[in-house]
């Protein structure tokens, strides 16, 4: 009995970290619009953390060309 307990915590905390991992990786992703399997749709808009991005970019950029002068 204790056996199968610890079975089925590990199956279900597994199954928890893999959909959260996913759902990580999509936020990460610069992608407008995600499907999962065909059931899930999200749209985002990511102008802004484009701009975001570009602006992080631009500045690491100028930091390492002060850096070499």
Same mark, same amino acid.
Not at 25 to 53: F, H, L, P, Q, W
């Given at each position: ?21 996913? =759902?990580?990786?999509?936020? @990460?992703?610069?992608?407008?619009? $995600?499907?999962?399997?065909?059931? *899930?749709?999200? &749209?985002? /808009? =990511?102008?802004?953390?484009? @701009?975001?991005?570009?602006?992080? $970019?631009?500045?690491?950029?100028? *930091?390492?060309? &002060?850096? /070499?002068?």
């Amino acid at each position: 009995m204790v056996l199968s307990e610890v079975f089925y915590s590990f199956v279900i905390t597994s199954f928890i970290g893999c959909i959260l991992s996913i =759902v990580a990786a999509c936020y @990460k992703s610069k992608c407008s619009e $995600i499907g999962i399997c065909g059931c *899930v749709n999200i &749209k985002r /808009n =990511v102008e802004m953390e484009e @701009k975001t991005d570009l602006e992080m $970019i631009k500045n690491k950029n100028n *930091v390492e060309v &002060k850096d /070499n002068n």
